[in-house]
Structures are given as C-alpha cells and as structure tokens.
C-alpha cells in the first residue's frame, strides 16, 4: 500500500481517518485556506507524483463549499503528477438531482459528475446513491457500495419475532426487500407524494403491518419529514414498534427534534457515511470505514469490489453461468 496516497476535505475527516487505520496508511495533510474575497485555496502537503492518490469528500452541507474544495483538492493532485486519482465520496449529495421532471430545471446530478470528470478524476467511490440511473451519469469508473450488510448486523441480535421491514415508498422498496432477506422478515412500502423538498404525504401502507414491529429502512433521512409522516400512518396501523435505520443520515434542519423524542420510535441507526450530530448522543452509529477501505485496497490490488458484497445484494453479485440447452 506504500504508493497510495489518502487526504481528506474538511467535511468528514473522522471518517477519513477510521479509513486509513483500516488500510495501515497515514492521512496525508492538506490545507484549505478561504480568502478574503470568499475563495478557496487548496494546497496538498505531502509527494503525489506517480502516485495513487484518494481523496475522501462527502458532499454534506455546506455541500457547495465542500463541493468545491473536493475539486480543488482533484486538481492539485492533477497537477502535481498523481498516476490516478480517485475520489471517495461516501455521500452524493447530488444524486436527488437525476431527472427532468418540470420545466427548464437543471440535473444536478449530471452536472457534477462532468465536473469531477473535468477537475481530472479517474474514479468514483460512493454509497447508497438515491437512485441507481445517477450510475450512468458518470463515464470514468464507478464503484457503488451499500451499507444493507451493516445496518442488518445491527438487527442479527434482537428478537425479530413479528418484525417486518417497510420502505418509505416504492422507489425504495428493492432495496428493503433486499435488508428484509437479509433478516428473513416480510416487508411492506409506504405510498408516497412529494409535494415539496421538505414536505410529503403518505396515503397507504402496501402490506401487513399491523401488530408487528416495524424496521423503517430509508436511504437519506435530511429533515425527517417523510419518516414522520410515515410512522403516523403505521401507528394508524396498529404497529407496536418502530426502528428506523438510513444510509446517510444528514438529520438538517429540524430532524434532531422530530426523530429523537418520537414516542412512537424507540431507536435511530444510521452510517457514518456524513458526521452525526453532537447533539444527539443515542442515535446508533455503524461504522462503513472498513468496507471502504477494502474498497480502496481491492481497487489498488486491481481485484474484484462487487465481491465485497455476494451474497449481502443480487445486483452486486457475480453473473451465474448459463445452463446447458
């Protein structure tokens, strides 16, 4: 691992740091300087030439400066000769930005991916992308983890009995299938409108909920609007408990204060896939340092990353061989 090189942005350093120890590799310093006319500077302080360089940035508020700083950081590496540069970005901030659905409105998503491509970068490494077409909006590489395995570990030790995994709505409800047979539980979706960014309405729980503990399995929970309108409709069922567990738990705005003293929720599991708010000391926190390090070690290996995750998600699997006719 001598010729990899790791640095961090300012937006998730903890995460960059539990990744190193994971690979045995020190977190190079860098150094972001904002001048007075509201720009930033980056300067990279340690050898990149014809090096593997990797630098993790998750896209989290203040999202634009962090996006910023995460291209500044590409094109120092650029420009001091790295062999290949690969950006860590466990959260994709942009991915909600992935159609056209009114007039005249930018893709985000797309956007930035040809910026990353522009600033010079190799290869992407992110998680959970909110939706799966976000994939194709990159042309370099792109490596897709999913944290399912780990938020499931955390439910392997509870008493499942009369449990059952429900999917916020059904663009998410693949994935829960996946979570569900994971645990062996059934599984049930919400039916969901999104009238505005922060608010939402729950009409339907698709499947049967009630008297059954309920797992909320969600991929980005940022205001917590669309879960607390979900956990009125299943207490409206007759569920007797509720866990809610996301990928990329932002917790913005008033999130902290809806979720943290629910009645109706007895726990919150998330990622540290962004940094968890200070304020909130019970929230459960599942590490993705080690399977983003394996990542790391697997791409510099050249060896195969989808195989971190046979047998946890079908589409990462490896294709099966075709019967004989």
Same mark, same amino acid.
């Given at each position: 691992?001598?010729?990899?090189?790791?640095?961090?942005?300012?937006?998730?350093?903890?995460?960059?740091?539990?990744?190193?120890?994971?690979?045995?590799?020190?977190?190079?310093?860098?150094?972001?300087?904002?001048?007075?006319?509201?720009?930033?500077?980056?300067?990279?302080?340690?050898?990149?030439?014809?090096?593997?360089?990797?630098?993790?940035?998750?896209?989290?508020?203040?999202?634009?400066?962090?996006?910023?700083?995460?291209?500044?950081?590409?094109?120092?590496?650029?420009?001091?000769?790295?062999?290949?540069?690969?950006?860590?970005?466990?959260?994709?901030?942009?991915?909600?930005?992935?159609?056209?659905?009114?007039?005249?409105?930018?893709?985000?998503?797309?956007?930035?991916?040809?910026? $990353?491509? %522009?600033?010079?970068?190799?290869?992407? @490494? +992110?998680?959970?992308?909110? /939706?799966?077409?976000?994939?194709? *909006?990159?042309?370099?590489?792109?490596?897709?983890?999913?944290?399912?395995?780990?938020?499931?570990?955390?439910?392997?030790?509870?008493?499942?009995?009369?449990?059952?995994?429900?999917?916020?709505?059904?663009?998410?409800?693949?994935?829960?299938?996946?979570?569900?047979?994971?645990?062996?539980?059934?599984?049930?979706?919400?039916?969901?409108?999104?009238?505005?960014?922060?608010?939402?309405?729950?009409?339907?729980?698709?499947?049967?909920?009630?008297?059954?503990?309920?797992?909320?399995?969600?991929?980005?929970?940022?205001?917590?609007?669309?879960?607390?309108? $979900?956990? %009125?409709?299943?207490?409206?069922?007759? @569920? +007797?408990?509720?866990?809610? /567990?996301?990928?990329?738990?932002? *917790?913005?705005?008033?999130?902290?204060?809806?979720?943290?003293?629910?009645?109706?929720?007895?726990?919150?599991?998330?990622?540290?896939?962004?940094?968890?708010?200070?304020?909130?000391?019970?929230?459960?926190?599942?590490?993705?340092?080690?399977?983003?390090?394996?990542?790391?070690?697997?791409?510099?290996?050249?060896?195969?990353?989808?195989?971190?995750?046979?047998?946890?998600?079908?589409?990462?699997?490896?294709?099966?061989?075709?019967?004989?006719?």
């Amino acid at each position: 691992m001598r010729d990899i090189v790791v640095f961090s942005g300012s937006a998730h350093r903890d995460l960059a740091e539990a990744v190193c120890n994971e690979l045995g590799v020190p977190l190079s310093p860098s150094e972001t300087v904002r001048f007075s006319n509201d720009c930033l500077q980056v300067q990279l302080l340690a050898n990149c030439r014809q090096r593997d360089v990797y630098i993790v940035q998750p896209l989290v508020p203040p999202t634009q400066d962090h996006l910023m700083e995460l291209l500044l950081m590409v094109d120092a590496a650029r420009g001091a000769s790295a062999a290949a540069i690969t950006v860590v970005i466990p959260h994709y901030a942009y991915a909600r930005s992935d159609k056209k659905d009114a007039s005249r409105i930018s893709i985000g998503g797309k956007l930035v991916a040809d910026m $990353l491509e %522009t600033a010079g970068v190799n290869r992407v @490494v +992110t998680m959970t992308l909110h /939706a799966p077409q976000v994939h194709g *909006f990159f042309s370099m590489p792109l490596d897709h983890l999913t944290a399912i395995g780990e938020l499931a570990e955390h439910y392997r030790g509870q008493d499942l009995t009369d449990a059952v995994v429900v999917s916020p709505d059904f663009g998410n409800a693949k994935t829960a299938s996946q979570f569900a047979r994971l645990l062996g539980l059934p599984v049930a979706a919400g039916s969901k409108q999104r009238k505005a960014d922060d608010k939402v309405v729950i009409d339907a729980i698709v499947g049967d909920v009630a008297g059954k503990r309920a797992i909320v399995l969600d991929d980005e929970i940022a205001t917590g609007g669309s879960i607390v309108e $979900l956990v %009125t409709m299943l207490e409206a069922e007759g @569920v +007797t408990d509720i866990s809610v /567990a996301c990928t990329h738990g932002l *917790f913005t705005g008033k999130a902290v204060e809806r979720l943290r003293n629910h009645p109706a929720i007895s726990e919150v599991v998330t990622t540290d896939t962004v940094p968890a708010p200070a304020d909130w000391p019970e929230l459960r926190v599942r590490s993705v340092a080690p399977l983003f390090a394996q990542a790391v070690a697997r791409i510099h290996a050249g060896e195969s990353v989808s195989s971190l995750f046979d047998g946890v998600d079908p589409s990462h699997a490896p294709p099966q061989p075709k019967l004989p006719l």
